[in-house]
């Protein structure tokens, strides 16, 4: 009977995937990179977050955007039953 009470969270743990998506533009990236680890999303993704605005950090424009779904923003959505679902944010800046 324990095992049976087990399988349904290892399940859940083990069918959980992290996500990743990364685009990339022409231009040569630079070595600055503006990490936003927790970007605060809603209802399973539905509330998108706010834009991520770096033209100030970024002048000659981005060189690649990753947004992923850590194990800890997956966490943190599990818990809260993706009522709160964050994601973590890397822009790398163009260089000249």
Not at 26 to 45: E, L, N, R
Request: charged residues 10%; glycine residues 4%; contains cysteine.
């Amino acid at each position: 009977m324990r095992l049976r009470a087990l399988a349904l969270p290892a399940a859940a743990l083990l069918l959980a995937g992290c996500y990743r998506v990364t685009v990339v533009t022409a231009a040569p990236p630079s070595a600055t990179v503006i990490d936003k680890p927790w970007q605060h999303s809603f209802i399973y993704g539905l509330v998108p977050p706010d834009s991520v605005v770096v033209r100030e950090q970024c002048p000659n424009g981005v060189a690649r955007v990753v947004t992923e779904h850590s194990f800890l923003n997956g966490l943190v959505s599990a818990l809260t039953w993706s009522l709160y679902t964050p994601i973590h944010v890397a822009v790398t800046c163009a260089a000249r």
